[in-house]
């Protein structure tokens, strides 16, 4: 009888044990799931900021040669390019693979094509004509949207995991987010950003000419 109380023993105090490294274990992904949400959200919020001022670029109804080139700078100002936050975007990448191996491999190349859209020039087809510019340009515009798309549908699950109440409050701000319509105040502070950043490359652009011209006179005398 008693080495069987004792059998007993061992086997619920490797059942509490179990138990207890699950509920450790749970609790420690539960953290990294809200880590992971807080990363991603905020990558969420800097792709939707630099989409909109794009498409503010296209109200100007510029010629393909001047917006090409105003769409890489302004482009780049909306990468957040805090020390470390690659590292921890990394790091997060990692993390998620654990949960959704699939769906991280996704999102790394979704964050690769935005990351580096500044870069891509499309001058080359800006040169040939506007059809063939546009459609380049369509074409990053909708790898970009569709990663923006997966990437809400990632966050999503992440926060069903996280908990429901989790889960309620994202779909609750996201419809809050589609309703609202950006002020006026916020739709002229872009309007002017934009016209003086066009105005800083057309100076820019005209200033050796403009150098040169006034040069000669002296050069004649």
């Known amino acids: 009888m008693e080495a069987i109380l004792g059998l007993i023993g061992v086997a619920l105090g490797w059942g509490l044990g179990e138990l207890s490294g699950a509920f450790d274990r749970s609790r420690e992904e539960r953290r990294m799931i809200?880590?992971?949400?807080?990363?991603?959200?905020?990558?969420?919020?800097?792709m939707a900021s630099s989409q909109a001022a794009i498409e503010g670029l296209k109200d100007l109804g510029l010629s393909v040669e001047e917006f090409e080139p105003?769409?890489?700078?302004?482009?780049?100002?909306?990468?957040?390019?805090?020390?470390?936050?690659?590292e921890e975007r990394a790091k997060a990448l990692d993390d998620l693979a654990g949960l959704?191996?699939?769906?991280?491999?996704?999102?790394?190349?979704?964050?690769?094509?935005y990351t580096f859209q500044p870069n891509v020039s499309l001058k080359a087809f800006a040169k040939l004509d506007q059809t063939a510019y546009i459609k380049a340009l369509s074409t990053i515009e909708t790898s970009i949207l569709v990663g923006r798309n997966r990437l809400d549908e990632i966050i999503s699950r992440l926060a069903l995991k996280h908990g429901l109440i989790t889960w309620m409050r994202f779909k609750i701000r996201s419809r809050r987010i589609k309703k609202?319509?950006?002020?006026?105040?916020?739709?002229?502070?872009?309007?002017?950003?934009?016209?003086?950043?066009?105005?800083?490359?057309?100076?820019?652009?005209?200033?050796?000419?403009?150098?040169?011209?006034?040069?000669?006179?002296?050069?004649?005398?």
Request: proline letters at 6%.
């Open 34 to 46: 809200g880590r992971l949400l807080s990363t991603f959200m905020s990558l969420k919020t800097e």
């Open 70 to 86: 105003l769409r890489q700078r302004y482009a780049s100002r909306y990468l957040d390019d805090t020390p470390g936050l690659a």
């Open 100 to 113: 959704m191996p699939i769906e991280a491999q996704e999102l790394r190349w979704t964050l690769r094509s």
């Open 180 to 221: 609202a319509s950006p002020k006026l105040g916020e739709k002229s502070k872009i309007a002017l950003e934009l016209k003086d950043l066009l105005n800083q490359m057309r100076s820019e652009k005209s200033g050796p000419a403009k150098t040169q011209a006034s040069t000669e006179p002296d050069e004649k005398g």
